[in-house]
Nanobody, 125 residues
Framework: QVQLAESGGGLVQAGGSLRLSCAASGRTFFGYAMGWFRQAPGKEREFVACISWSGGSTYYADSVKGRFTISRDNAKNTMYLQMDSLNPEDTAVYYC??????????????????WGKGTLVTVSS
């Protein structure tokens, strides 16, 4: 059974940091881009960041550029999101996704092959 499992969410004060992880299991993700999305209460899901299979290409939403860093360790089948300088607007459920279509992932994430169940990040002011 293919599974993406997020971890690392929690409560943090504004200005603080968190590191999210997304562990993949059940198959090889060779050639798959992986990405992070988030959904805040009452809002639509939005793209946060993504990374190519090799790690050589990364893309970020403007709202997180310079504060978040995406990375992956293919030997461990794990992707990470280092989040620094967090602010209350970053409060959301964060989801990881995997798909071969990196362009679609950047655009809106519609129809991604695999999704995790999400991890909640709460940033207090």
């Amino acid at each position: 059974q293919v599974q993406l499992a997020e971890s690392g969410g929690g409560l943090v004060q504004a200005g603080g940091s968190l590191r999210l992880s997304c562990a993949a299991s059940g198959r090889t993700f060779f050639g798959y881009a992986m990405g992070w999305f988030r959904q805040a209460p009452g809002k639509e899901r939005e793209f946060v960041a993504c990374i190519s299979w090799s790690g050589g290409s990364t893309y970020y939403a403007d709202s997180v550029k310079g504060r978040f860093t995406i990375s992956r360790d293919n030997a461990k089948n794990t992707m990470y999101l280092q989040m620094d300088s967090l602010n209350p607007e970053d409060t959301a459920v964060y989801y990881c996704a995997a798909d071969r279509r990196m362009n679609v992932m950047i655009r809106d994430g519609y129809g991604m092959d695999y999704w995790g169940k999400g991890t909640l990040v709460t940033v207090s002011s």
